[in-house]
């Protein structure tokens, strides 16, 4: 299994990426420029680097969901990369910047909360049940 120290270092690192790419995003509903290049930038990044992320945990959440103490942690963890998906696509409708910048501090808060409960609650978990195994 990898490391949790790198699976946060990754989680960490998409992020502060997202952060990043709704910068652009952002300064598009003050000015009068058009805001489909920007969130066409953003949506790229979240389809080629954070959904394959979101994608890659699978084997892990396998793992847990055949154990009694992780699975309903399991069960809400994939309603929250439900949840991140849907926010993806509803930024990919966003009809206004202003919508597509509130799309955006949503999905930032729904990656916040998803990495937290993997890190904090999933990965220890896993670790003391395969050290008492």
């Keep these: 299994m990898v490391r949790a ?16 790419m709704a910068q652009p995003l952002a300064a598009t509903v003050d ?19 954070l959904a394959p992320n979101l994608a890659d945990d699978e084997d892990l959440l396998l793992e847990a969901s055949t154990r009694e103490e992780t699975r309903l942690l399991v069960a809400a963890i994939r309603g929250q ?3 991140i998906v849907a926010a993806i696509t509803d930024l990919g ?24 409960q993997e890190e904090e609650l999933l990965l220890p978990a896993l670790a003391g049940v ?4």
């Design 5 to 20: 120290s790198v699976i946060a270092d990754e989680h960490q690192r998409l992020r502060l990426r997202l952060l990043a």
């Design 31 to 49: 000015v009068a420029v058009p805001f489909e290049p920007a969130r066409g930038a953003l949506l790229r990044f979240l389809l080629d680097e």
């Design 81 to 83: 990369r439900r949840a």
């Design 93 to 116: 409708d966003a009809q206004t910047a202003w919508e597509a910048v509130a799309v955006t501090r949503a999905l930032h808060s729904l990656v916040a909360v998803h990495h937290m």
């Design 130 to 133: 395969r050290s008492t195994a």
